[in-house]
């Protein structure tokens, strides 16, 4: 479909605030609150303590919110989406975890990260008991499908984290080995809670494609949207360090486009910045960056993304959990942390 003809269509759809599709999932968002409270737990205290700490500082859950549209947006009436919802918060929780120790990041959500409270060991651990926690969980929906998409899906993450890892203090990566790098560590997590629905529910091949891509194009948008914040938002509105993709020398598309672009003093300071990593630059290498329009490039690269995620719902007859999902996507490029 041309882009044209999906922003037209886009635009003529009702929309749902966030607070309105809280309230449209709440008791199934109850009863996944119940289960990551009882699967948290364990004899060791230790998991206890840390995995309380990490799931209770807050997040937007929308990982777990899209496996819980897309089942009632297909009409499922069992209960195993709740299940699959706390793994997938679970899987991405214990990414989490080892992303902060990777990159060293001492804030994330507004609040010390786990790792800087207690300490780099403790985290990895605990992300392994999360990871191995989903996986037990996981088995009990009694389905290799399910089993398939979500084992994929962790294997391909962790090899996105391998990639951004090889990408780092790198000033030659390319915008589609970026685009590559985020397809792999973020977007895969949401096209597994998307696609998680419509397997649930029993609907056709065709239509598990299509929200796997939807969840795919979201998850793209989520993330190119985050790039951009990291340049333009506050620590306060972000939860967490302004500059710190540079810091740890990231090449993101603000500061790819803005060397693509830019005269020779800027790409000159972004190639150093990069290769140096840390916030030595950073103000000027933010000046740089809205001076080549790259926050605007960025945007509009995730509203298509957006677009293309929207798209895909046709499939799926209206309902206040389609709108949600629509809605979603919308969320995903407008907000500011």
């Given at each position: ?146 089993m398939a998409v979500l084992s994929d899906a962790t294997n391909v993450i962790a090899e996105g984290e391998v990639m951004q890892l090889m990408n780092c203090n790198e000033p030659d990566t390319t915008e589609e080995r970026y685009l590559e790098v985020i397809r792999y560590k973020t977007a895969k997590l949401f096209e597994a809670a998307s696609q998680l629905g419509a397997i649930l529910a029993q609907r056709s091949e065709r239509e598990i494609r299509a929200m796997a ?125």
């Amino acid at each position: 479909m041309h882009l044209d003809t999906v922003k037209q269509r886009s635009s003529e759809v009702e929309h749902m605030s966030v607070s309105e599709i809280n309230s449209l999932i709440a008791t199934d968002t109850q009863a996944v609150d119940k289960h990551i409270r009882t699967r948290l737990q364990s004899d060791v205290a230790l998991v206890n303590q840390l995995g309380h700490y990490i799931i209770s500082s807050g997040g937007k859950r929308l990982r777990p919110k899209l496996l819980l549209l897309s089942a009632r947006a297909f009409g499922y009436q069992g209960s195993h989406h709740t299940l699959l919802a706390a793994v997938v918060e679970f899987i991405h929780t214990a990414t989490l975890l080892h992303d902060d120790v990777v990159d060293e990041s001492d804030m994330r959500r507004g609040n010390e990260t786990a790792n800087a409270l207690f300490g780099n060991a403790a985290s990895v651990l605990v992300g392994d008991f999360l990871y191995s926690r989903a996986f037990q969980m996981m088995v009990e929906a009694n389905s290799m499908r399910i089993m398939a998409v979500l084992s994929d899906a962790t294997n391909v993450i962790a090899e996105g984290e391998v990639m951004q890892l090889m990408n780092c203090n790198e000033p030659d990566t390319t915008e589609e080995r970026y685009l590559e790098v985020i397809r792999y560590k973020t977007a895969k997590l949401f096209e597994a809670a998307s696609q998680l629905g419509a397997i649930l529910a029993q609907r056709s091949e065709r239509e598990i494609r299509a929200m796997a891509s939807y969840g795919m194009h979201l998850g793209t948008a989520f993330q190119l949207i985050d790039d951009a914040l990291d340049y333009t938002s506050s620590s306060e509105e972000m939860g967490k360090n302004v500059g710190d993709d540079l810091a740890e020398g990231k090449p993101t598309l603000p500061l790819i486009y803005a060397m693509r672009v830019g005269n020779e003093q800027q790409r000159t300071l972004i190639r150093n910045a990069i290769e140096q990593g840390g916030r030595d630059h950073i103000d000027a290498v933010i000046q740089a960056i809205h001076d080549t329009k790259a926050i605007d490039y960025t945007i509009k690269a995730a509203q298509q993304e957006a677009l293309l995620a929207t798209s895909q719902l046709d499939l799926i007859p209206p309902s206040p959990y389609k709108t949600a999902l629509i809605s979603l996507a919308e969320f995903a490029v407008n907000r500011n942390h």
